[in-house]
């Protein structure tokens, strides 16, 4: 049964997203808690968003692992990365692409087996993927990436749409999303490798630290 | 039945709205997806809110027809305006008052249907009006449009004050929402006029383009 | 009965926040109208989201007193403080720390009463405490409190965590409420009060509106 495995993907990009979210609160000075607000905002929202727009249960007030997850992954990330301004910008970004790439793929899964149309899926699986780091964005006084040059929607609705049609083409749900997330995240790490090497594709290796950090 | 004008007055609101979150995601050179998402954002989002506080299932669930209105519009846009940044503010925001007014009634009819108290549909109303543009412009990292010193709040509350007075008045409901929309929209209008004539009335003719481009 | 002393504390909290919006908004020079949307997301935006994420009805929807408060609150602010712009901001954070208090207790409270785990009702407390002021910084385009250097999320989660613990602890809801708060509010305001008098603590008379109108 696949179920698991959504579960541990699941639990999975809520700790990626967690790290993100953590990562970027870093940046501010904050007291540890309210880096574990904003980890958490980063973590649930955008899965949050889908679960009340679909009118079911939000996935984690029956099961608080995922609060743990968060609460865990925060400590932890604020003790082992003692310098957080230092963190490159580019690596929250690939952090942020692993979950985008995730909750897009899991929330048209669950979209679609709720008997929603495939439209309406996608847009459930872009909002699940793109939401819970808008609001990071949002809160940190940042343009959201989502509003960037780079390929992130696409991505993301990419990704869902994949998973859409393999399943209509009676692949086993498990591979299909697999397949879908690897699709969405080369997508959108190419888009984020692509954006920082053209243009000076030849120099890469030397300036990568700078232009990352630039950013 | 005035049922059919609702949901044409309402797929009008979306396009409408749809067309001021392109433009104003032309401004950021986004990939056309982003503009789509952004697009999507400012037409369903006041809508959305409305209906998860009311507790009824979401509109554009059950009826895609909406999220390909928003696709349309915002792939039309693209193709047909060439240079989005030329567009001046003033024309977002004229689109953005037909959507608030028309919005702003037809939230108020939706609250007031579900057995809502007056005070509470004309709230709904407000919000079901405002919030579209207010993500919009939260996402691009602009000051609400509601949170500027123009007319705009007032006028989507007045808007749906009036329907509900007109309502008690007996007056047919379709009467009602075109009377309504067109108060909130004249009232609105007259406020983004005033703003920028005002200062320099009689030079109205030769400063307008500079005038709205600072904007 | 300690139900008219939760809807009281409730409706005094929900004039607080309305009166830390109106401040707010009073820096933006808006229309009285959009002064009162400002303090109404500021009032209610927190415990609407715990009602939307907890699928109850949303408080204010069968009781528009709560709407009233806020209607009032902002024109007496309006009538009876004639220059918003010298109000010093530390005012409004003192508004603000009795209104993340309350609401952090009373939606711990109201989350555990349904039944919740402990850590989701924490998280739900946090969530009404922090997320209507969370709104109204982020439409006014300034970095919320939750995300600045003082003791904020902390002292809403500490609230929220001292009342679940009291409670356990046998103690009667009224007074492990009250405790609660009191606990919380000296929290925040210790914080706010460290944070201006610190730096220069023997020339707090003298330096204290630079200070805080810098701020």
Known sequence: ??????????????????????????????????????AAVTAIGGGTTRDIILNVPVFWLADPTYLYVILL???????LVRKPRLIPKRFIMVADAFGLALFAVLGTQKALALGMPASVAIVMGTMTGAFGGMLRDVLCNVIPMILRQEI??????????IFVLLVKLDITETLAMLLAISVALSLRLAAVYW?????????????LTNKSSKR
Chains 1, 2, 3 share one sequence.
């Open 1 to 38: 049964m696949s179920y698991d495995l959504i579960y541990w993907l699941d639990l999975f990009g809520v700790a990626i997203f967690a790290l993100s979210g953590t990562l970027m609160a870093g940046r501010y000075q904050l007291d540890p808690f309210g880096v574990v607000v904003l």
């Open 195 to 207: 954006r920082v090497s053209l243009p000076a594709f030849a120099f890469v290796d030397q300036e």
């Open 73 to 79: 992954t925060a400590l932890f990330t604020i003790l």
């Open 152 to 161: 992130y929607a696409t991505a993301a609705a990419l990704g869902g749409g």
